[in-house]
């Protein structure tokens, strides 16, 4: 099963406006991290935050962490239709000496022009 | 462009038939990782190499194989082929095997089993 579960699961917004995507997991964590995937194309890495950080920033993103309720948020501030894609949270919880990364579904997000 | 690379690009073939995707890093990662993405369940982790040995398992089945070569480039192998198996292969690699690290994906092979 998945451990990140991103809600909603599709969202539509006019260009220019800011979009929220949320993730949920359940389990401890090491770090979250947040990728987008354009249709059909590979998933590419967006932000990296640690489970000692509760915000961060790059560029129009901004992406926070509450580890007491096991949640995150992405929010993409001015949008444009290029931003139109998946996107993902991917949960990194160390394991045997090693990190085990799990995505969750996704939020499909239309950005209208 | 990520830097990884996958082939084919695409592959159609027939129920219970065995197939071979390959992957090649980004130069210097030695890590290896490998997805399965379909429509109805998301992006699956199949198995994770690290130079060449295997790290981590996830949901593969016990028809699906994965090897990491002395070079890093990476095949998995998928047999007994079912129309369920339908689905896109990802390969992702970092240069860690131990976090926290960013994975960079490949294009991806869409493999349709008809």
């Known amino acids: 099963s998945q451990q990140g579960e991103e809600d909603p699961q599709a969202l539509s917004i006019q260009e220019g406006e800011n979009a929220t995507m949320n993730c949920s997991y359940k389990t401890s964590i090491n770090n979250l991290q947040w990728y987008r995937q354009n249709s059909g194309r590979g998933l590419v890495h967006l932000i990296l935050i640690r489970s000692n950080e509760r915000e961060k920033h790059s560029g129009r993103l901004r992406v926070t962490l509450d580890t007491s309720k096991k949640s995150s948020s992405l929010l993409i501030t001015a949008s444009r239709a290029a931003d139109t894609a998946s996107y993902f949270c991917?949960?990194?919880?160390?394991?045997?000496?090693?990190?085990?990364?799990?995505f969750g579904i996704g939020t499909k997000l239309q950005v209208i022009p | 462009d990520s830097g990884v690379t996958q082939t084919p690009k695409h592959l159609i073939t027939a129920t219970g038939q065995r197939v071979t995707l390959r992957c090649s890093p980004r130069?210097?990662?030695?890590?290896v990782y490998w997805y399965q993405q379909s429509l109805d369940q998301g992006l699956q982790f199949l198995i994770q190499y690290y130079n060449g040995e295997e790290r981590a398992k996830g949901n593969i089945l016990e028809r699906f194989s994965a090897q990491q070569f002395p070079d890093l480039h990476s095949e998995l192998n998928l047999s007994s082929l079912e129309l369920g198996d339908s689905a896109l292969y990802f390969c992702?690699?970092?240069?860690?095997?131990?976090?926290?690290?960013?994975?960079?994906f490949g294009p991806g092979t869409r493999l349709t089993v008809t």
């Open positions: 992702a690699s970092s240069g860690y095997d131990r976090g926290p690290y960013e994975q960079y």
């Open positions: 130069s210097g990662d030695l890590s």
């Open positions: 991917a949960t990194a919880l160390t394991s045997g000496g090693y990190q085990k990364v799990t």
